[in-house]
């Protein structure tokens, strides 16, 4: 079980943005931006590489949720959306989350 889940079951805290049936939006607690949103399916998958066909309507759903969250949340300028996956990828936390980043220029590429 990751933090992730225990911020699912509120057996730990977060600034939880959006939530609905499939997934949580929650406020990331090392910001890189002054957006900067965790969006998590509820079921747990650890990562990007482990999902299958099955997966596309939740990953979809998590995508959706993220780009009318920016807005909402009063980022109308742009934002960016990252899934990092594998050790490689920079991925820390195996519960597979789409950070949402806004409020300032991203530069690319990427560190
Ligand atoms: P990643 O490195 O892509 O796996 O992203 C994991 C993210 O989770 C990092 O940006 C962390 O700052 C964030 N994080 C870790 N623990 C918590 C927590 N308890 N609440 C909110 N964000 C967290």
Redesign the pocket.
Known sequence: MT??SK?ISRE?P??IVYEDEHCLA???????APL?V?VIPKRVIPSLVEVDSSDATLLGHLLVTASQLAPKLGYANGFRT???CGSD??????HL?V?LLAGRHLGWPPG
Do not use: P, S
């Not at 990828?89 to 195996?94: A, F, K």
């Open positions: 933090i992730f911020i730990i977060a600034d929650f406020r990331d607690v090392n910001a890189q900067h965790l990252v899934i990092n990828g920079g991925q820390t936390v195996n989350h950070h």
